[in-house]
């Protein structure tokens, strides 16, 4: 009795002692966290109910919900509205991002998942494949994007003079200038940045197919398309919605790619460049700050549902 | 302590040694000046301020920014509303001045008897509240440039009409291109959705007689026909004498068609002058400058102000060594080292009577008239607006250029929000 109260006393304070170490061992991280995420966001929240300007970050005042709406009676009495939930420009930014996100990581997906077959079969060279199509990723954006932006120049760049070549356009085109081709410049330099990145997690999640099931399905004699969606598709379904939530958090809050190629096309502009151009270039701070603001709750309310709806399909599935 | 009284000397002894290695600190202060990088304007800058490093005995350190103002803007309000000591002199637009005043010194009491040497309504325009807040370095006016040997050779004359430099730019592009050169363009100029697209917009509209945008008074007087005729003619050129990248164009852009010979016309600024008759250069000697068409007879030419100026940062750690640098760029020595290298117009006015001046740059003398008649932009009336009035005009006219909506209509928008904007004042 005594020898075993003892060992639970000391399994217990092992216990503990494991709580604790967890507990020094994460909270420089969390420390770290609050100060580089959690204090800004806290601060850019503030700022959107006040009315900071850059010249004077300290000296703001309160004004409420005035950033984000508010009503105004005008001398001839008439009232209208004004703030950022009524901005037009803001809500173009908005259709814009969610245009942009969509299009962008459904490509990027399906081209992704592509890649990560051909490069989850066997052949030589393999590894080296693999190194070389993650390239595009590992190149900075800001220095893609520059890239891309000599390679559609209307006058000198290589895309015009290979279409041209080729035939498939009469005469030389002004990509980024146009504001009809500019959003899909802008899409195609993603999906060529971005794909790698998505054929990469899809490859992690093919090469968790146990090999085996494969095989029965080859002695069956199933055609290898059914055997992609009943088979391949449905294992590797948690990696690949993880992929998409990753690149949907990341093309919602575009910039660098939008800013180096067309910074100020209202065909292109994100949510990210227009708070920008808010906080900094108009000298509305706060005015910025309410859309940064909104852009967190449209980024949150989006994971929210993505993940709660993904909850809903699975638990459908897996009662049938 | 432990190291008690032996430690205790070893170390002052050690500060001493540094002290007495280094000097006395402000002897040799090491300044950061920030610009943007157009042309050879980073090239020359170690030249420029080699005769003031030795004088001194400091050292400058040029950090180059992107060439567009907007975007420098952006980066030099952030850097100064986080008070960023990095910096110690910021290259300014002529248009910032109201609204970054806050953050420069005053340099009125230093610059008592150099600023009257500047012509007075540059020096106006970097005056806030009566405080000096940046010295003028050199100026700019921008001009049409065209090929003297392309006109000849296809007998047109120097337009002084943009209806008539539609004709001459069409006749010398079909011209070229039937002889061979399929990337030949009538004319170039900037229309990228930009700080510059306002220029050349200012300038199409007040050369029709359609105003300034916002007057001095501060009324809006963008929406009329003359500026919507204006616009129209301009979109006329884009896909025609102009290539429509046109309008995804900056300065260096539209150097590059024209300096690679291929473009009859262009309109830039003075430092494309030197660039142009540069070794490198396709169209070495053989282009001429002009003022800027007008609308119709009888209308005058209109060239934007632009021109750059030196702001001292209040949050300099080496005040003293910044505002001597300042003074020093300010002044006769730099500018005219300036205009002879960089063809850059100076702003003293004795300089254009100088004979080095104009016999390295034959063209800077006679520069002075377009620079006397060249129209501000609306950033005096509008005051800490105009980056967004500014935008909002831009962004009207790109869309017009653009095919999207007509010139008329577009105006019309562009005074409902700008008069939303103004509210009851600027």
Known sequence: ?320 | MSFGFKGRALRSAAVLAIVGALGTPAMADEIFYVSGAVGNAVENFANLVKPWEEATGHKVTMVPMPASTTDQFGQYRLWLAAGAADIDLYQTDVIWAPQLADHFLDLTEVAKDLAPTHFPSIIQSQTVNGKLVALPIFTDAPALYYRKDLLEKYGVAVPKTWAELTVAAQAVQDGERAAGKGDFWGFVWQGNAYEGLTCNALEWIKSFGGGQIVEADGSISVNNPKAAAALDTVKGWVGTISPEGVLAYQEEEARGVWQTGNAAFMRNWPYAYGLGNGADSAVKDLFGVTTLPVGAEGDTSAATLGGWNVAVSKYSKHPDAAISLAMYLAGPEAQKQRAIAESNLPTIVALYDDADIAAAQPIIPQWKDVFLNAVPRPSAPTLGKYNEVSSKFWSAVHATLSGDGTAADNLAGLEADLTELKGDAW
């Open chain 1, 1 to 320: 009795m005594a020898n075993t109260g003892l060992i639970r006393e000391n399994q217990l304070s092992l216990h503990q002692q494991r709580q604790r170490a967890a507990f020094w061992f994460l909270a420089p991280m969390l420390v770290a966290l609050f100060c580089v995420a959690a204090w800004p966001l806290l601060r850019t929240v503030w700022f959107s109910f006040t009315d900071t300007s850059l010249n004077d970050l300290y000296g703001g005042k309160w004004i409420g919900f005035d950033n984000y709406l508010r009503v105004q009676t005008l001398s001839n009495g008439a009232v209208r509205y004004k703030g950022t939930l009524v901005d037009p420009n803001w809500w173009n930014a908005v259709w814009n991002t969610v245009r942009f996100s969509v299009v962008s990581v459904l490509f990027e997906t399906i081209l992704g998942l592509i890649v990560a077959l051909v490069l989850n079969a066997e052949f030589k060279g393999r590894g080296l494949v693999r190194a070389a199509i993650l390239i595009p990723w590992a190149i900075p954006t800001i220095v893609s994007a520059k890239m891309w932006a000599w390679m559609l120049n209307d006058q000198y760049g290589i895309i015009n003079d290979m279409a041209l070549r080729l035939g498939l356009i009469t005469e030389k085109m002004a990509w980024t200038a146009n504001t009809d081709t500019a959003m899909y410049a802008v899409l195609m330099v993603d999906v060529w940045k971005t794909t790698p990145f998505m054929a990469l997690l899809c490859l992690a999640g093919l090469q968790m197919v146990p090999r085996d099931i494969y095989e029965a399905a080859k002695i069956d004699g199933i055609h290898p398309v059914k055997v992609f969606f009943k088979i391949t598709l449905p294992l590797i379904r948690p990696a690949l919605m993880v992929a998409v939530i990753f690149r949907m958090l990341d093309a919602l809050r575009v910039f660098d790619l939008i800013y180096v190629l067309t910074p100020n096309s209202a065909a292109t502009k994100t949510m990210s460049v227009i708070s920008r151009e808010n906080l900094i270039d108009f000298d509305k701070f706060a005015y910025g700050s309410a859309q940064s603001t909104l852009l967190f709750v449209i980024l949150a309310v989006f994971v929210g549902l993505y993940i709660w709806l993904g909850k809903v399909d699975l638990s459908g599935e897996s009662g049938k």
